[in-house]
């Protein structure tokens, strides 16, 4: 009896403990945001007058006693961060090198906070840099939302990255990272990292934007315009405003010489578009409208439906940058060139303004999923005469090169590195952008075609708009695949490990022949391998990890599924019911998607190279 009870109030007790625990492990949280947001530009001086009203919702379990906003134009001052990153780091960015430290008084930029409310009273604040760190006199509650009143004034520096007047074609006005913007809280805390010049996290919510400027100047922006045109105000200016939902960030840019026109594309979306026009832009951008109807249609086909009503492709900037509903691109360009960073452009509304990925944690979620779907995209205008060139087998195979040859160098940093930390800036490009594509390219490898093409969707459509990180990537494509695949993450974002594999010998073993495998680099694979007889038949082998938990669905007419490949071993070996005298060439992946840092290996008989001293 007194064993019974006890076993019965530890089953209880473990009981509760449980329940507490899950309720612990509440669902993913969103905070929200209702931005009100009242802007007068002096084009004279280029200062604005700023209010800003924003309703906040700490959707979150936790207790705010501080918020944090971003005050981005604090960057262009000599002796900011970004200004000391520049000056320091190895390869500083072209655009930025030693400009901002040149930058005089009445070309920096600033934003000066003259008063801070919330719920009705004054606050408590400081500025350390491009942060506004605010200490609550009241703190907000779970399930609690606050109304923030702020009066700012900023001067808006000369473009050097990103925003800024007066950029290198003559666009009078860039703006991004323009207003006093609310730091993301989420499951890991406050994200309130410094403006150094990389990438971005923001709060989804709605914005509600009113300019006033000159009434010579066109404004192109985030949104829609709820009045149809600008309204006349005081002083010659018009009144332009728009209007946004669920986003998580506001750009716009004008200028007086603004081209601009319309068209709709075949899924609905209103697309805008504001250049100056000139002999080197006008056929180009009049032409831009067909390849971003057909990017679109693409688009929604293989990687989710875009869900906002427009996006405008605005001549800004300094080269390309992705914001909800528009990006800033520089515009005097060749077709391909326009289409291209267009079409990058784009597809960050996938994955950034869509998903929402922390860039500053996970930039290769956002740049390299966007750079493989863009390569997809314009192989795919090629394919259907938009674009001139050759259509390619395989987009992305210039990517794996690269990353391979650039994993020699000694530069290369974990995929885990923080946007911001990367020793170098191009450490930082090959990680997010082409390792960041490669990443997707070896899943596709790994999973097979048709799997993969299907996890995409699903990552999209489960995902949208709720800030994934790379294990709930990763969870959809083990799911869609039905293969373990977190070895493959932990190998390929959190180390620098390298592919190498090796055909070592082939034997004659009777009628059959016998071959060797090796395992050279640190990081395993499966190993798709082709053998090649002298009657041009092919005969295709599949060796899995023992890891994976599984077999990818055969991509070829048949293939021959080995036994597996513990991941702890460094050779394996397999018979071809073929023999040796039969056999012209075998070859380990001969779609040459793997990113085997090794290709000389990879293949038998091995390639006899000439002296080249000779």
């Known amino acids: 009896m007194y064993n019974s009870l006890r076993w019965m109030v530890l089953f209880i007790g473990l009981s509760l403990a449980f329940v507490t625990n899950t309720e612990g492990q509440a669902d993913r949280w969103l905070q929200g945001i209702k931005y009100k947001i009242d802007v007068d530009i002096d084009v004279e001086t280029h200062k604005m007058d700023g209010k800003l009203y924003c309703q906040y919702y700490n959707n979150s379990p936790d207790t705010l006693e501080k918020v944090f906003f971003h005050l981005y134009f604090n960057a262009f001052q000599p002796g900011s961060m970004m200004d000391t990153r520049s000056l320091s780091i190895l390869d500083p960015d072209r655009r930025v090198g030693d400009r901002i430290s040149k930058l005089g008084l009445d070309e920096i930029g600033y934003h000066k906070i003259n008063g801070l409310k919330c719920a009705g009273a004054e606050q408590d604040y400081h500025v350390e840099g491009t942060i506004l760190e605010v200490n609550l006199s009241d703190p907000i509650l779970p399930g609690s939302n606050v109304l923030f009143e702020m009066d700012f004034i900023s001067q808006v520096p000369v473009q050097i990255r990103r925003s800024g007047r007066d950029n290198k074609e003559g666009i009078s006005y860039s703006m991004s990272q323009w207003f006093p913007k609310m730091s993301e809280y989420d499951y890991q805390g406050w994200h309130a990292n410094p403006y150094v010049g990389r990438e971005f996290h923001g709060v989804w919510g709605d914005f509600d934007v009113k300019i006033r400027l000159d009434k010579k100047y066109i404004v192109g922006a985030t949104g829609t315009m709820p009045d149809a045109k600008p309204k006349k105000v005081k002083g010659g200016k018009l009144e332009w405003r728009f209007k946004a939902e669920n986003v998580h960030d506001f750009v716009w840019a004008a200028d007086p ?78 077709f391909p060139s326009l289409v291209g960073v267009s079409v990058h452009e784009l597809m960050h509304s996938w994955y ?46 210039n990517s794996v090169r690269g990353y391979g040859r650039f994993s020699q160098s000694g530069y290369e940093e974990p995929l885990s590195t923080h946007s911001d930390h990367y020793n170098t800036n191009q450490a930082y490009g090959v990680a997010s952008y082409t390792k960041g594509t490669v990443f997707l390219k070896q899943l596709e490898y790994i999973m097979g075609k048709p799997a993969f093409a299907k996890g995409m969707l699903r990552y999209y459509d489960t995902w949208k708009f709720k800030h994934p990180n790379p294990n709930d990537f ?137 002296d080249e001293e000779n």
């Not at 594309?265 to 831009?288: C, H, I, K, V």
């Not at 998903?355 to 863009?374: I, K, R, V």
Request: hydrophobic residues 35%; charged residues 20%.
């Open 474 to 610: 990763i969870r959809v494509m083990e799911k869609t695949s039905g293969l373990e695949l977190d070895w493959f993450k932990e190998y390929f974002v959190n180390t620098t490990h390298t592919i190498d594999y090796t055909i070592d010998t082939i034997a004659a073993i009777g009628k059959n022949t016998q071959v060797e495998l090796s395992k050279i680099g640190i990081m395993p694979m499966p190993l798709d391998v082709q053998v090649e007889l002298n009657s041009g038949e092919t005969i295709n082998y599949y060796i899995p990890l023992r890891i994976m938990r599984g077999e990818k669905m055969s991509e070829v007419e048949s293939h021959f599924v080995q036994s597996d490949w513990p991941w702890t071993h460094a050779n394996y070996s397999f018979i071809v019911k073929h023999a040796l005298a039969d056999i012209k060439e075998i070859r380990i992946d001969p779609s040459e998607r793997m990113a085997d840092i090794n290709l000389e290996n990879n293949v038998w008989p091995k390639v006899e190279h000439e």
């Open 257 to 334: 010489d603004y081209k601009v026109f319309t068209s709709t594309a075949d899924d609905g979306t209103l697309m805008e578009f504001y250049y100056q026009s000139s002999e080197t832009t006008d056929a180009n951008w009049e032409a831009l409208p067909n390849a971003m109807n057909e990017a679109l249609n693409y688009a929604n086909k293989h990687f989710g439906k875009y869900p906002y009503p427009k996006y405008a492709f605005i001549q800004g900037g300094d080269g390309g940058m992705e914001y909800p509903m528009a990006t800033l691109i520089t515009g005097e360009r060749s």
């Open 352 to 397: 950034q303004m869509v998903l929402g990925t922390n860039e500053s944690l996970y930039p290769w979620m956002d740049e390299g999923f966007t750079s493989f779907a863009s390569a997809e995209i314009m192989n795919h205008l090629v394919n259907v005469g938009i674009l001139s060139g050759e259509v390619q087998e395989d987009p992305h195979l």
